[in-house]
Nanobody, 117 residues
Framework: QVQLVESGGGLVQPGGSLRLSCAASGSMFMIDKMGWYRQAPGKERDMVAT???????NYADSVKGRFTISRDNTKNTVYLQMNSLKYEDTAVYYCYAFSRTYSRVFWGQGTQVAVSS
Protein backbone atom coordinates (compact mmCIF):
# COMPACT_ATOMS: atom_id res chain seq x y z
CA GLN A 1 0.00 0.00 0.00
CA VAL A 2 0.97 3.62 -0.59
CA GLN A 3 -0.35 6.58 1.38
CA LEU A 4 -0.42 10.08 -0.06
CA VAL A 5 -0.97 13.25 1.95
CA GLU A 6 -1.38 16.59 0.19
CA SER A 7 -0.85 20.05 1.63
CA GLY A 8 -0.52 23.62 0.44
CA GLY A 9 -3.94 24.41 -0.98
CA GLY A 10 -5.82 27.58 -0.19
CA LEU A 11 -7.35 30.78 -1.49
CA VAL A 12 -5.33 32.95 -3.86
CA GLN A 13 -6.04 35.91 -6.12
CA PRO A 14 -5.78 35.63 -9.90
CA GLY A 15 -2.16 35.91 -10.95
CA GLY A 16 -0.95 34.57 -7.64
CA SER A 17 1.04 31.47 -6.78
CA LEU A 18 0.67 28.38 -4.63
CA ARG A 19 2.86 25.37 -4.01
CA LEU A 20 1.29 22.00 -3.37
CA SER A 21 3.16 19.17 -1.68
CA CYS A 22 2.40 15.47 -1.59
CA ALA A 23 4.19 13.30 0.94
CA ALA A 24 4.16 9.62 0.08
CA SER A 25 4.80 6.67 2.35
CA GLY A 26 4.51 2.91 2.25
CA SER A 27 5.61 0.58 -0.52
CA MET A 28 7.22 3.25 -2.67
CA PHE A 29 9.34 0.65 -4.46
CA MET A 30 6.33 -0.21 -6.61
CA ILE A 31 5.67 3.35 -7.80
CA ASP A 32 6.66 4.33 -11.33
CA LYS A 33 4.88 7.62 -11.74
CA MET A 34 3.52 10.36 -9.50
CA GLY A 35 1.64 13.50 -10.21
CA TRP A 36 -1.39 15.70 -9.79
CA TYR A 37 -4.95 15.58 -11.03
CA ARG A 38 -7.72 18.07 -10.37
CA GLN A 39 -11.48 18.05 -10.27
CA ALA A 40 -13.63 21.14 -10.56
CA PRO A 41 -17.28 21.11 -9.43
CA GLY A 42 -19.44 19.21 -11.90
CA LYS A 43 -16.48 18.11 -13.99
CA GLU A 44 -14.36 15.00 -14.39
CA ARG A 45 -11.00 14.51 -12.72
CA ASP A 46 -8.31 15.58 -15.18
CA MET A 47 -4.57 15.18 -15.31
CA VAL A 48 -2.59 18.30 -14.45
CA ALA A 49 1.00 17.07 -14.39
CA THR A 50 2.85 13.80 -13.93
CA UNK A 51 6.45 12.79 -13.56
CA UNK A 52 7.96 9.34 -13.90
CA UNK A 53 10.95 8.07 -11.96
CA UNK A 54 13.93 9.56 -13.77
CA UNK A 55 11.65 10.77 -16.53
CA UNK A 56 10.51 14.03 -17.99
CA UNK A 57 7.44 15.78 -16.68
CA ASN A 58 4.18 15.78 -18.58
CA TYR A 59 1.70 18.67 -18.40
CA ALA A 60 -1.84 19.37 -19.44
CA ASP A 61 -1.92 22.01 -22.16
CA SER A 62 -3.93 24.32 -19.91
CA VAL A 63 -1.09 24.60 -17.36
CA LYS A 64 2.03 24.49 -19.55
CA GLY A 65 4.31 27.40 -18.82
CA ARG A 66 2.55 28.18 -15.54
CA PHE A 67 2.86 25.02 -13.43
CA THR A 68 6.00 23.06 -12.59
CA ILE A 69 6.05 19.56 -11.15
CA SER A 70 9.07 18.26 -9.29
CA ARG A 71 9.93 15.20 -7.27
CA ASP A 72 12.30 14.68 -4.35
CA ASN A 73 12.91 10.95 -4.16
CA THR A 74 14.92 11.30 -0.94
CA LYS A 75 11.81 12.65 0.77
CA ASN A 76 9.25 10.68 -1.25
CA THR A 77 7.58 13.98 -1.99
CA VAL A 78 6.20 15.49 -5.17
CA TYR A 79 5.54 19.20 -5.57
CA LEU A 80 3.40 21.33 -7.84
CA GLN A 81 4.43 24.95 -8.16
CA MET A 82 1.51 26.89 -9.58
CA ASN A 83 2.12 30.39 -10.91
CA SER A 84 -0.08 32.88 -12.76
CA LEU A 85 -3.16 31.20 -11.35
CA LYS A 86 -6.47 31.72 -13.14
CA TYR A 87 -10.08 31.41 -12.05
CA GLU A 88 -10.34 28.19 -14.04
CA ASP A 89 -7.62 26.59 -11.93
CA THR A 90 -10.09 26.41 -9.05
CA ALA A 91 -10.53 22.74 -8.16
CA VAL A 92 -9.71 20.02 -5.68
CA TYR A 93 -6.20 18.86 -6.45
CA TYR A 94 -5.39 15.19 -5.90
CA CYS A 95 -1.99 13.60 -5.60
CA TYR A 96 -1.59 10.44 -7.69
CA ALA A 97 0.79 7.51 -7.67
CA PHE A 98 0.87 4.71 -10.24
CA SER A 99 2.42 1.27 -10.29
CA ARG A 100 2.65 -0.29 -13.73
CA THR A 101 3.91 -3.62 -12.38
CA TYR A 102 1.03 -4.05 -9.97
CA SER A 103 -1.56 -2.14 -12.03
CA ARG A 104 -2.42 0.00 -9.00
CA VAL A 105 -3.38 3.63 -8.68
CA PHE A 106 -3.28 5.46 -5.37
CA TRP A 107 -4.94 8.79 -4.55
CA GLY A 108 -4.54 11.34 -1.80
CA GLN A 109 -7.50 12.89 -0.03
CA GLY A 110 -7.31 16.09 -2.07
CA THR A 111 -6.58 19.72 -1.29
CA GLN A 112 -8.76 22.64 -2.32
CA VAL A 113 -7.36 25.41 -4.48
CA ALA A 114 -9.61 28.43 -4.95
CA VAL A 115 -8.69 31.33 -7.23
CA SER A 116 -10.82 34.33 -6.48
CA SER A 117 -10.58 38.09 -6.17
Amino acid sequence: QVQLVESGGGLVQPGGSLRLSCAASGSMFMIDKMGWYRQAPGKERDMVATIASGGSPNYADSVKGRFTISRDNTKNTVYLQMNSLKYEDTAVYYCYAFSRTYSRVFWGQGTQVAVSS
